[in-house]
């Protein structure tokens, strides 16, 4: 039996809302995952995000976005949904900082030749302010992101894991290729310090980037 959800403040009956994102991703994935695959998914992503959230308002959104993105991924391991682009996984701590920067930079410049999660092994309750500014200034609005936590679908879902301070966070399985960046941690940075991490990652991705097109596949 699925447990029913704590309210937070500003999100008094999250069942209902919860209830109704499971109906809306049940006809979505219609043939792929039986219902009570979705509703687990989608419960447990709730709970998941309400660990960190500060404000419940918004709260419902986030799990939709985070419950799709992780019933995608796992659609995409068992074969029941085609990738054609590599899936790249950036890694961090609290999935603030660093494994935002990178995933909007690779996005950037990658465009639908790949495709790019986030995710953090203990995330934080937003991404850093300094970070978002630093991204703003180049032309990437990190504004609608938010913290995620790891978890195994994803990591499975990706053809280049990179990770970034998180230690053994990850799980390791074969045919992927891993990667760890030594990058500074820009917590507690001011927009100008952070500025130089964002070029260090730009160069990072770029590199990455033309790794991947060089090879024509994705892993």
């Keep these: 039996m699925t447990p ?4 937070l403040p500003g999100l008094l009956t999250p069942e209902a809302s919860l209830h109704r994102l499971a ?3 049940a006809a979505r994935f219609t043939g792929v995952f039986a219902r009570e695959t979705v509703d687990r998914y989608v419960f447990e992503s709730y709970t998941a995000l309400a660990r960190t959230a ?3 308002a918004h709260l419902p959104v986030l799990t939709a976005r985070f419950a799709t993105e992780r019933l995608t991924a796992l659609a995409q391991t068992e074969g029941a949904i085609a990738s054609d682009v590599c899936e790249v996984l950036f890694v961090c701590v609290h999935n603030a900082g660093r494994s935002q920067m990178a995933a ?17 092994s203990q995330p934080a309750a937003t ?7 630093a991204m703003a200034e180049i032309g990437i609005d990190l504004t609608a992101e938010f913290p995620k936590p790891l978890t195994d679908d994803v990591v499975r879902a990706a053809d280049v894991v990179v990770t970034m301070g998180c230690g053994d966070a990850c799980p390791v399985y074969p045919g992927k290729r891993y990667l760890d960046w030594q990058v500074r941690d820009p917590a507690g940075l001011t927009v100008g310090e952070v500025r130089a991490i964002r070029e260090d990652l730009d160069r990072r991705v770029r590199s990455l980037l033309a790794e991947l097109h ?3 596949s994705p892993a």
């Design 54 to 56: 500060r404000v419940g």
């Design 214 to 216: 060089t090879a024509g």
């Design 104 to 120: 909007g930079l690779l996005q950037h410049h990658g465009g639908s030749r790949v495709h790019v999660r986030s995710a953090g």
């Design 23 to 25: 109906d809306d991703l």
């Design 4 to 7: 029913e959800p704590q309210a």
């Design 127 to 133: 991404v850093e302010d300094p970070v978002v500014a």
